[in-house]
């Protein structure tokens, strides 16, 4: 399908709707060099194989087709595609699309890409029955616009700012539309009213509605300002200067708000990220102050030099826009004004290249926001498919990107997808589109193509992604110990978190532990592979619970209270009411490895796989290795309990590593985690001559060995010396990005040439830090 024409410049209508519906557009962007500036600037080239880069890496496995075509996981994994009822929106282009909770989208203004005509028609789609609506709306009913932000605001009001109308007048009013009522209000505020803009991006932070670019005026000129609106009182603040930047999305993590992707002032597309900080400064922190914005150098006048209330402009659709909206285009003067930078420090990081980093060049690109996380979903275009699409996440703390899914495990073939929504959570994400080639059911009551006739949700759960409201596991990294302090805290900071600091101290000692659990001694499990695939699987693979035999040697007692292992497992708690043998004795035996077993009921304490900082102990002495991780992911299996399971499977997905990934993968496939177990054959396939080597490799059982070697295409092989060499120039040096391959090799691979040493890439993932 050709992408659609657009009026007065504006973009065809993808719209990215992140955290809060913020963003207004997730169109193609590209590389390019950051925006000049008193930034300071960070160039990354990100080679370093990550998982689920298992097809180009510098290794010497190659793998021509998908490893895995033996397993049903595209067929498993593939959101499935929904046709949606009811009055469905047929060409709705720069729309707002907002996912508003309570199973409910909302869809508002736009422009029809055949006829140009502009709405304010509020739309909402029920998620449970898929049906589509035309909501009858009350109020100060705004005037038609596209470009527009819709962010939702303590769950049942959207925040809509700017945008543009029929007549290429560029807003800067702020409606509030009550999900409750239908009813629109308009509120009367105070301070600079910011320029009016369109395809901007907006994001929720401590009750400010922050403001980032966009374009104005009649020849598009693109804003490089940041501002927010106090929402407590309604007051906006000054505009400072951040990055030039439209059809971008914007992000608040760690005390940051993050600009990534979108078109520059110079129309190019680009692929950096930008970051300023708001902890620490006070222009943030405070109310803002209220005064109008003046040019420097001109005398003070009693009379800000637009008016305030100009007349209404009436459109096609017999709506104005309301009568207090101080919209419009200013003189250009105001435009080419000094802006003072922003008070708070601006870095930016450009992405040169890499087998894990998205192209913006090409597909139709959203950008959403996850625990600590921006996902990039390259959906299908008139010049790629559904194979050559993906989803991939940049680690915020981290500044690494990860390739999570190829296009053919999500995207149906034959739709295209225009606009991306995510519930507050940050656990599911939705994308709304159409056919490519509609038929003659597609085709509205004019015979026009319905422009949001499908939706697929998308459970970003089923990748490890914890949600907003949980938090990472902490960690040493780049940047994250600077921003430790906008992780979200954790769930259980009650009676639990207060009594892991007893964790695991005798009654004597005043602790006032009640129970004993033992677990199975270190001795019986060091030939073996870590972790509770040990116990649930002999050599066929089969459940056997016993086979280590009775006499096997426990592990030292772990005094524990009985109290929290009651109200936090459910197993425990229906064992102590049937009043079993463990009731009377007020001892248990779980046939776990003792430190998997110590991390286990470490967590039912405190909902962590790991201790904080503040309550780490000697005594407690429970931090968990990747093994340990992936036994954890089993008992969260055998037990149900979903909050660990999302814990393991993201911290086993972003730490996946040569020494454990046998590990993952077989505890992974026990755990019947499929994503997690595709990603960890893909990173042994890769690195397949370092996985033989590990101890991990070596202790998996007979029939694990042969299942994991069997998940290489039929067609796969080991090459190394002059052929490896032939096949990094036929790929133009894509196995060594630019360098020699003679001299790569010389280097990495060693003197019997089956093994890659990553020295370099591991050590700086190709970073260039200025």
């Not at 250009?332 to 000094?338: D, E, T």
């Not at 087998?355 to 926001?369: R, T």
Request: with cysteine; net charge negative; charged share 20%.
């Amino acid at each position: 399908m050709a992408q659609p024409s657009t009026p007065s410049g504006a973009a065809a209508g993808h719209l990215a709707g992140p955290l809060h519906g913020s963003s207004i557009f997730g169109g193609n962007t590209g590389p390019s060099s950051a925006s000049a500036g008193s930034s300071s600037q960070t160039t990354v080239s990100s080679q370093a194989p990550t998982p689920g880069s298992g097809t180009s890496s510098n290794n010497t496995y190659i793998m021509p087709n998908s490893p895995f075509k033996n397993r049903a996981a595209t067929t498993v994994f593939r959101p499935k595609v929904t046709r949606t009822l009811g009055q469905r929106p047929t060409c709705l282009v720069n729309a707002s699309v907002t996912y508003c909770g309570n199973n409910q989208i909302y869809a508002f203004g736009g422009f029809d890409q055949y006829t140009d005509e502009v709405y304010n028609h509020v739309l909402r789609l029920d998620l449970v029955s898929h049906q589509w609506s035309l909501v009858d709306n009350y109020g100060d009913i705004p005037g038609v616009r596209m470009g527009h932000t819709a962010t939702l605001y303590k769950g049942d009001k959207l925040l809509v700012f700017g945008g543009e109308n029929e007549h290429r007048t560029y807003l800067s009013d702020l409606i509030i539309f009550d999900l409750k009522t239908a009813h629109w209000t308009q509120p009367q505020v105070s301070g600079p009213i910011p320029k009016g803009r369109a395809r901007h991006a907006a994001v929720l932070h401590e009750d400010k509605l922050f403001i980032v670019g966009g374009i104005t005026g009649h020849d598009n000129y693109v804003l490089d300002d940041i501002c927010y609106l106090d929402l407590k009182t309604f007051t906006w603040s000054r505009a400072w200067r951040f990055v030039r930047r439209f059809d971008h999305s914007a992000y608040i993590w760690g005390g940051r708000v993050w600009v990534f992707g979108g078109l520059s002032g110079d129309m190019d597309k680009v692929s950096d990220i930008w970051w300023l900080d708001l902890k620490g400064t006070p222009a943030f922190d405070s109310p803002p102050q209220i005064g109008s914005y003046e040019r420097p150098g001109l005398n003070r006048s009693p009379k800000p030099p637009y008016s305030a209330a100009q007349p209404a402009v009436v459109g096609s659709s017999g709506y104005a826009a309301n009568s207090r909206t101080a919209q419009v285009n200013r003189p250009s003067y105001w435009l080419k004004a000094h802006t003072p930078p922003a008070l708070g420090t601006i870095s930016a990081l450009r992405f040169v290249g890499g087998p894990n980093i998205p192209s913006q060049m090409q597909g139709i690109h959203f950008h959403v926001y996850s625990s600590g996380t921006l996902l990039d979903f390259i959906t299908p275009a008139a010049t790629i498919s559904s194979k050559e699409c993906s989803l991939s996440a940049l680690d915020l703390g981290t500044l690494r990107w990860q390739k999570l899914a190829d296009g053919r495990e999500i995207f149906k073939p034959g739709y295209r997808w225009h606009y991306c929504t995510l519930n507050e959570d940050g656990t599911k994400a939705w994308l709304l589109g159409c056919p490519v080639e509609p038929g003659p059911g597609d085709l509205g009551a004019n015979g026009i193509e319905e422009y949001l006739s499908d939706i697929v949700e998308i459970d970003l759960r089923r990748y490890g992604f914890l949600g907003n409201n949980l938090a990472p596991e902490p960690g040493t990294d780049l940047i994250r110990s600077s921003s430790r302090s906008g992780f979200l805290e954790q769930p259980s900071k009650g009676l639990g978190a207060d009594l892991s600091k007893l964790f695991n101290r005798p009654p004597e000692t005043g602790s006032g532990a009640d129970f004993i659990i033992t677990a199975l001694s270190s001795d019986c499990v060091e030939d073996e592979i870590m972790g509770s695939a040990l116990v649930h699987a002999g050599d066929n693979g089969e459940a056997d619970n016993g086979w280590l035999g009775p006499d096997v040697p426990t592990s030292p007692p772990i005094y524990v209270h009985r109290l929290i292992l009651q109200a936090r497992w459910p197993h425990f708690a229906r064992l102590w009411t049937s009043q079993m043998a463990e009731f009377h004795t007020k001892k248990m035996h779980i046939p776990e490895p003792y430190s998997v077993v110590k991390a286990f009921l470490y967590y039912l304490y405190t909902d962590r796989i790991d201790p904080s900082d503040d309550n780490a102990d000697d005594n407690a002495n429970v931090t968990a290795d990747l093994g340990d991780v992936a036994g954890l992911l089993v008992m969260s299996n055998i037990y149900n309990i979903p909050h660990l399971r999302l814990l393991c499977v993201n911290r086993l997905s972003k730490e996946l590593d040569v020494d454990h990934a046998c590990i993952i993968w077989y505890c992974a496939g026990l755990a019947n985690e499929e994503w997690l177990r595709k990603r960890a054959a893909g990173f042994c396939l890769t690195h397949w001559g370092r996985i033989v080597r590990t101890a991990g490799f070596l202790r998996l059982p007979r029939n694990a060995l042969v299942e994991l070697s069997q998940e290489i295409d039929m067609e796969g092989r080991v090459v190394a010396g002059e052929e490896l060499d032939l096949f990094a120039n036929m790929d133009g040096g894509r196995f060594f990005d630019g360098a020699s391959p003679t001299s790569r090799r010389k280097e990495s691979i060693s003197s019997n040439q089956t093994q890659m040493i990553e020295s370099e890439v591991d050590d700086e993932d190709g970073m260039e830090m200025s």
